[in-house]
């Protein structure tokens, strides 16, 4: 899969979009509402740039009557955490009829609960690290200290515990001893019901964004995430400084195209349009495991979506109006 | 092949930036300010309470009359006007004797605090502070790259014998602290109130180690039972420098505070301003300076003791009646906050995300100390909600308490005795919670 920028062809408008009015949804009262608001000012900038008349809303109980009273064409989904990425706002604007930017609500619910996306990437054939996802209610039952024994024996160690849903790393621990789950099961459980325990792999994170065009989704170059304190963290994802990005990825050309196959696969195997960024780590060996993907991608100053859009040569304004009037088109 | 850091400056910044990064905590606080979630958490005065029409045509009035003046530069030191009200509203906490010379109007006693550390601390100097401390001040010390020492309190505020300990556990690594900073009265976080008795021990070591004593009193005036308790600057002119603020008292939105030094360390503090901010806002000082001259500030002062302790009373009601058994706070007499200490192992901060979950925010302790205590500690703050507000935000901090207790037992085997609501009143003795750090 070439990620040459003569290769990509993004829905681009056939002329100036002063016409297309878009509305950039940002805020919300997830974990992640301070990343969504920083996302939806620089999308927001980036289609004013692009000609494209646009404001910010927040995803609060005054939305609908807004949208009602002033429509916008198109919405742009730049909201991070559960509302904006599990697909139950997705739902209500597709009862209301009106379109947005990105994954429909059907398969946003299973790119959201990243137990759900790895079977599904697994079944279709790709790498992923093992894992197990259980609630609460699972551990009071069964007795935690057996179930986390089964777990680290059959997983091994080192183990990565993780919130089933949402971004940003929030409440994810890498743990190296057997001692210290139970501890990280506890704070994992204040950011999610359920938690994922997953089967850490060694190796060179990645990034790989995907964006759809009228020849089928493309990936864009992969971002290699080297943060200098080596776990990629709240702080070093948000802290510029904290984290080098290499893009495209320092990996050779077999892997490099392997990274980019993985990422197409996961968006067409998902059902994912228009744009989703996969999260994935190359092993020791060369082997490319999926790792969680996101329909709703960063968008600020150190996200890696704008990254690869700048490395593929092309203009993140432009681009973005393109998603947006393609999303018109749809409606139309 | 080269990346990206996406700072070009990466390799440039000052040391004192270190830990200056992004964090889990304050993107957490990005939700708070939505009208979902009750806010226990931000210490903001009722400034709805004011007269805000009256307010604002004194305003218009002011501008008309002294545009020119209000509009421009003025003395570094501050309005001289301003000084002199200001030793009258200091009179009221026993100051007397001072001089409006001795007064520098600062940009919120914020300003004062970082002027004071400016003109005394080295990087590397040890300052005392209270366990736990003004989480403002923290930030001050970290700045100025001082060593923070953290001094026991308990519910009679800093505990004297705890100081001299520290004090003589510095001399013996051959260390002299510059400063001793303390929050004598309704202190943040902690709630609790220096009593006389330990004022005089406090002010008695600090003679006899030849310790310089910061004085941080924005709440003085805000005490339930009207009672003021005389500052310490009162006892003490030539050892005591004293931080002032209207933040409280009037309206944190001016920025108004002051400082109160001997000279010559005023004229330090002067020379310090200066280079700062070149003047405090004129337009500032002059509404407080009319505010204090044609409005009944004293009886607005009232107004403010009134609902705070309206709202204190509901936040203690609340807790006493829905807190899980373990659970300990303080019962302050004045001013804005109630320390809480959570049953043994349970961590404030790893709490919050499910209490953002549960549409409750507070401030974890652990921000409270230099030297990561306080991990079972928050802060919670009544004097900006409503009561009704008050009453809900407890009853979902409650649940978001329980929820952890369960995790608890199931991943860690600690049984939880008793956990039912109500029944005793956990902390609700005549003193705060006895476990306060």
Known sequence: ?332 | MRGTVLDAFADRYAERTHGMTASEIRALFAVVSRPEVVSLAGGMPAVTALPLDAVGSMIGDLISRLGAQALQYGSGQGDVRLREQILQVMALEGITGASADDVVVTVGSQQGLDLVSRVFLDPGDVVLAEAPSYVGALGVFQAAQAHVVHVDMDADGLIPQALSDALVALAARGQRPKLLYTVPNFHNPAGVTLTEQRRTAILAIAEAHDLLVIEDNPYGLLGFDEQVHPALRARCADRVIYLGSFSKTFAPGLRVGWVCAPHAVRDKLILASEAQVLCPPALSQLVVAEYLDSQPWLEQVKVFRELYRERRDTALWALDALMPTGVSWTRPDGGFYIWMTLPDGLDAKAMQPRAVHNRVAYVPGIGFYADGQGVGNLRLSYCFPEPERIREGVRRLAGVIEEELELRTTFLGEAVAGRTRGGQPHGAGDGPAPNLP
């Not at chain 1, 990243?114 to 093992?130: F, I, L, M, Q």
């Not at chain 1, 495209?248 to 696969?265: C, I, K, Q, S, Y």
């Not at chain 1, 020791?284 to 490395?311: I, K, Q, R, Y």
């Open chain 1, 1 to 332: 899969m070439s990620s040459s920028p003569a290769a990509l062809d993004h829905p681009a408008p056939a002329g100036p979009a002063q016409d297309v009015r878009a509305v950039v949804l940002a805020g919300g009262l997830a974990y992640e509402r301070d990343v969504s608001l920083r996302s939806g000012r620089r999308v927001a900038e980036a289609l004013r740039q692009a000609g494209v008349e646009t404001r910010i809303l927040d995803a609060d109980a005054d939305l609908l009557a807004a949208l009602a009273a002033d429509p916008a064409d198109a919405l742009f989904i730049a909201l991070h955490g559960a509302a904006g990425e599990d697909g139950s706002l997705r739902s209500v604007l597709e009862l209301a009829g009106i379109p947005f930017v990105g994954t429909a609500a059907g398969s946003c619910r299973i790119a959201w609960d990243k137990p759900s996306a790895k079977a599904a990437v697994r079944a279709a054939g790709a790498r992923t690290p093992d894992w197990v996802a259980l609630p609460h209610s699972t551990f009071r039952e069964l007795g935690a200290g057996a179930v986390l024994d089964l777990i680290s024996a059959r997983l091994g160690l080192p183990l990565i515990v993780k919130p089933a849903q949402g971004g940003s790393a929030l409440g994810v621990e890498l743990i190296g001893s057997a001692g210290d789950l139970p501890s990280a099961m506890v704070s994992c459980f204040a950011y999610a019901d359920t938690v994922l325990v997953e089967r850490f792999v060694a190796g060179t994170e990645v990034a790989v964004s995907v964006l759809d065009g009228p020849a089928g989704p493309r990936a864009l170059p992969a971002v290699e995430i080297d943060p200098a304190s080596g776990v990629f963290d709240y702080a070093a994802r948000y802290t510029p400084g904290m984290t080098t990005y290499h893009t495209p990825a320092r990996l050779p050309a077999g892997v490099l195209h392997a990274v980019e196959d993985l990422a197409v696969t996961v968006h067409r195997t998902l059902g994912l349009r228009d744009l989703s960024r996969t999260d994935a780590i190359v092993g020791a060996d060369g082997c490319v495991h999926f790792l969680e993907v996101n329909v709703s991608p960063g968008m600020t100053e150190t996200s890696m979506l704008p990254m690869a859009v700048a490395a593929a040569g092309l203009d993140l304004g432009a681009t973005l109006r393109g998603l947006v009037s393609a999303a018109v088109a749809r409606s139309g």
